[in-house]
Structures are given as C-alpha cells and as structure tokens.
C-alpha cells in the first residue's frame, strides 16, 4: 500500500503554470504506475496522465496533451505533474493515485488515492 499527499494547487490566471507534487510514502513507490486524475463540481473524476514504475512511458489525455508533463522522482518517493497554459476547464480537484490494474485510464483500475490538491484557473 502506498499513501499520498499531494500539494502544489492553487489560483492562477488563464496561461498560467502550476507543479503539482504527490508524495508517497510506503516501499513500493518505486516499483508502482502512478497516475493523476482530476474531477470537476458536478462532473466525474477524469484521467489526467499516467506514468510507469520507471518513469518512462508517459500517457495523456487529449485535453492536457502538450501543456501537462508527468514525472516522478523514485529517489524522492515523489510524482510531479507540471500544467502549462492553464485554462479555465483545467480547474478541478486534482488526485494522485497508485496503479493496481493493467488500464491506465480507468479510474477503478487505481486503488491508493490522495486527498487531493485543489487548481482553480481564472480567465
């Protein structure tokens, strides 16, 4: 089992860029996918990005390709997620979660989740 806090939200302007952090305590970080998802007021949780025990790999949803990059630092037990020209439908709670199943997209896939972190984007 892995737990995570994450930290790095905030209020920022439309264009704007904010770094996310995640970390993780607990042995198997450096051994564990990794993801993030963020859910909107009123919407479900979506997936964000995701990232492989060894950090290559990296994997995108449509909306934030090109502006969001993940990344982890295994030797800090630390995810990052770093969000470029932020848009306004870019705010939502943002979560980390630790990969246990094959799909990487799936929510129901992910099993130790974070508090969450809250991004809010002003146009």
């Known amino acids: 089992q892995v737990q995570l806090v994450e930290s790095g939200g905030g209020l920022v302007q439309a264009g704007g860029s904010l770094r996310l952090a995640c970390a993780a305590s607990?042995?198997?970080?450096?051994?564990?996918?990794m993801g993030w998802f963020r859910q909107a007021p009123g919407k479900e949780r979506e997936f964000v990005a995701a990232?492989?025990?060894?950090?290559?790999?990296?994997y995108y949803a449509d909306s934030v390709k090109g502006r969001f990059t993940i990344s982890r630092d295994n030797a800090k037990n630390t995810l990052y997620l770093q969000m470029n020209s932020l848009k306004p439908e870019d705010t939502a709670v943002y979560y980390c979660?630790?990969?246990?199943?094959?799909?990487?997209?799936?929510?129901?896939?992910?099993?130790?989740w974070g508090q969450g972190t809250q991004v809010t984007v002003s146009s």
């Open positions: 990232i492989s025990w060894s950090g290559s790999s990296p």
């Open positions: 607990g042995r198997t970080f450096s051994s564990t996918a």
């Open positions: 979660a630790a990969r246990r199943g094959l799909r990487a997209t799936v929510s129901d896939d992910y099993r130790d």
